[in-house]
Each structure stands twice: as C-alpha cells, then as structure tokens.
C-alpha cells in the first residue's frame, strides 16, 4: 500500500530520497526543472539541506543545486 504523503523538496532531509510528483510555480519555472531532469516520476536524493540557503539533490547521477523558494514549488513523496 502507497501513502500519498506528498511534501515540498526544502522539506526533505539531507539523506532523504523521493519520487517527484508535480511542480507548481509558472510554465518558465517548471520548463527550466525539467530541463535538469526534475519531471515528474524522477527518483531524487538530497544530498544538503542546511535549512537555509540553497540546497542539493542528485537526480539521474547529476548533482543540482536549488535556491529554498524553487524547491519550495516542487511536490515530492518521501520514500525509504
């Protein structure tokens, strides 16, 4: 049985993996995520998450950093 615990990207802990479910924020922001691989259905890691500042996630073995305000906009399922 899946949960749909769905929560935003600055949300997840360093170490913490996740499928991508949606991304909210605007055609030109979605189009510029999913130009580096955060579409929906994409298994990520976060690799920082210092709880300000911008953060890392590796997705498709390509590390990517993300301001706080654009992870905000991206919807994820936490998985172990």
């Given at each position: ?14 170490g913490g993996q ?63």
């Amino acid at each position: 049985m899946t949960t749909s615990r769905t929560i935003s990207l600055d949300q997840l802990p360093p170490g913490g993996q996740a499928v991508v479910r949606r991304l909210t924020g605007g055609r030109e922001l979605a189009g510029r995520l999913c130009t580096l691989g955060l579409v929906a259905g994409a298994s990520l890691k976060m690799l920082q998450n210092p709880g300000r500042g911008p953060l890392l996630v590796s997705v498709h073995d390509t590390r990517i950093a993300l301001g706080r305000g654009e992870a905000a906009k991206v919807l994820v399922e936490p998985f172990a």
